[in-house]
């Protein structure tokens, strides 16, 4: 099963941005794929996470699996984020052991979401 690497692009982390500069989201972003990520993971920019306040983030997701959000994030820690995406592609509910998890993982977590139950539509 394909995992989910949402990383937001747009991000400054509350850092103005002289004109031709690159946001500091797409810098991650950019350093994520030259980091190298498993084919289970999926690396997928997005415009906006929300997180604003928390630096330059991610969110890690797949179907029946908790979803996680990180932030506080740098383009150098693009080899933590990988090895963690890898690590959460390897866990079947998502829940990666404690002492599994890079540290930015264990101490930069903005939330941790739970699966979403599909629930079948019922008959007219």
Not at 11 to 35: K, N, V, Y
Not at 86 to 92: D, F, G, H, L, R
Request: contains cysteine; charged residues 15%; aromatic residues 4%.
């Amino acid at each position: 099963m394909t995992v989910t690497l949402h990383v937001c692009v747009t991000c400054r982390a509350g850092q103005s941005l002289r004109e031709g500069e690159t946001a500091l989201g797409a810098r991650l972003h950019s350093a994520i794929l030259e980091a190298g990520v498993p084919e289970s993971v999926n690396v997928v920019p997005v415009e906006c996470l929300s997180a604003c306040s928390q630096g330059c983030s991610i969110a890690l997701s797949a179907p029946g699996r908790w979803s996680y959000v990180y932030g506080r994030l740098s383009d150098a820690n693009a080899p933590d984020v990988v090895a963690g995406a890898a690590a959460y592609a390897a866990a079947s509910d998502g829940i990666v052991p404690w002492r599994s998890r890079p540290e930015i993982f264990r101490k930069q977590s903005l939330a941790r979401i739970p699966p979403i139950a599909v629930v079948p539509e019922t008959a007219e």
